[in-house]
DNA sequence: CTATCACCTGCAGTCGACTCCAAGTCAATT
DNA sequence: AATTGACTTGGAGTCGACTGCAGGTGATAG
């Protein structure tokens, strides 16, 4: 697949595909005769999981780290884990503030909701 | 309240509600006689409604447009709540991809603890 | 054979949101 | 009277994450 098919594929700009690449959270891509990238499957999923991670939140730094770890081979397998548990705890952390914010905001959406109703009662 | 008193209470920086005020998201705060801000009980409910917004990533843009909408007064109320609804359905989207990427890091977090599992049993 | 188009590189610029600093003021302590 | 410490301002710097050039290459279409 080449860059512009990627980044149709998952949203991503082609931009941000090669900043990726040259910052180390993606593995240099195999190119083809005249140097184009030719992303493979593997490649793609990599893609997959660093958008899903990134529109969650998770910092690159956090990612490239684990990408690191990963190219690294077996012995790096605990070291992972720990960086995707410290990172799902984050998540968790967030997932609950932003509930709360959701619950404040629903309640002050009412609260406009009833004021409306209330002003076109005493204009009607 | 001081400035490092409501710093303290609502654990974000002096800086960071100088700024605040600077850019207009927190209305200009009254000062003592030797030109101190002197934050009011009003001063602090915005503060806090202003971090657990930021805290659950809702742009200063947006709170900034919110804030002078409340300053304008009573015939802003359906533009105010307009705001609210927008920020609140892209909290709503935001938790859904959040919650897409917990069961992906748990499932992968899972996978990694069979692995270690299993790498103690052949060794053991 | 030249023009178009998608790609390439290196690097500078942007954006949002702070964060830090220098230099100054003021009230309170030593 | 001098020092300390918390505050003030204006403005510059930082950081994370892109984003946008300029200038070049290489395959394909007309």
Redesign the interface.
Known sequence: MTISEVAREYDITADTLRYYERIGLLSPVRRNSSGIRDYSEADCRTVS?VK??R????QIDALTQYMNLLREGDET??A??RI??E??DM??Q??S??????D???R??DG??K??VY?QEIKG
Not at 97 to 102: D, H, N, R, V, W
């Open positions: 999981f899903c991670m529109s969650a939140g998770i397998r605990q992972r884990k995707l548990t990172q799902r998540i968790v967030r997932l503030e932003m509930q709360k914010t959701l404040i905001l629903n002050k959406i406009y909701d004021m409306l002003e």
